[in-house]
């Protein structure tokens, strides 16, 4: 999720554990320090726009480490606060500050990597988009109300946002589940024999999904609104780059994004430079990332890096079409 969902989400935890015993700025404070830190991994170079993909949320997001790193981090803040005795309080609240934010990161479709060092691994449920304001603001209404009142009507505040923000957690994996449904039923009324389907929420909501099914040729792309009709569901068709595919499969940039993707990924030449695509992030034909594997010669002896050549849409178009599809009105997507 983005950091400022994990901010306050890492402030709301500490301040429900923390309850009374501390001032509530302390363990909100700390709670959003705790909340961030995982993803200071983001300003580390691996060396390669592929690699730096790929290795973000990786050991910073594994709950074995954070596990470890929770008591630790409970033993500067209770000594930093002359709060020796509630050093067990600090460590429980830490810790469900920590592991809260790699498993609200796997609610996304990116990937996290829960289990290193134990398996690499990414999990993502993909029920939720990155950013989600239904999610976030009842997080903080709820850690402002509990800074401002300071009673205990502000703790039940901060409460209360915590449980509706995981309601809507679980409202996204029942609408997930129900869009799956209504794919698949598409998919088999139209004798689409495909080997993998994705649906994950188009930006900022989680009332109208995107839908990528793969076959081993092509990937179909479509959308579905709970507010659709009984109309079906339009797919477009799009190449992979099979004979790509087959050819690169076992370059340790195409196999590593075809592990990371789930398979869910497509292959593409232009001007003889080599171009894999994450086709879960974005949508038809623009996609957050894209890389550029350069020339074969250039990757036989090493001389170019996979950088990333993501493509953005057009903002305005594109916000007005998710609106207007959104409520169930059929309009083709931007660029399709």
Known sequence: MDSLSQIALGSAVGVAVMGRRTAVWKAALWGAIGGTLPDLDAFVDHGDAILNMTRHRAETHALFILTLAAPVMAWIVSRIHGEAALFKRWWLALWLVLITHPLLDTMTVYGTQLLQPFTDHPFGVGSIFIIDPLYTLPLIVGVVAALRLKNPRGLNWNLAGLVLSTLYLAWGVGAQQHATQVARASLEQEGMATSGLLVTPSPFNTVLWRLVATTPTHYLEGHYSLFDDDRPITWTRHERGAGLLERHADEPSVARMAAFTHGFYSVSETGGRLFVTDLRMGQEPSYTFHFNLGT??????????????????????????????MWGERVPAPGV
């Open 296 to 325: 074969e010669a250039a990757r036989a002896n090493g001389g170019h890096r996979p950088t990333l050549e993501g493509r953005r849409p057009d903002i305005g178009a594109s916000l007005g079409w998710l609106w207007r599809r």
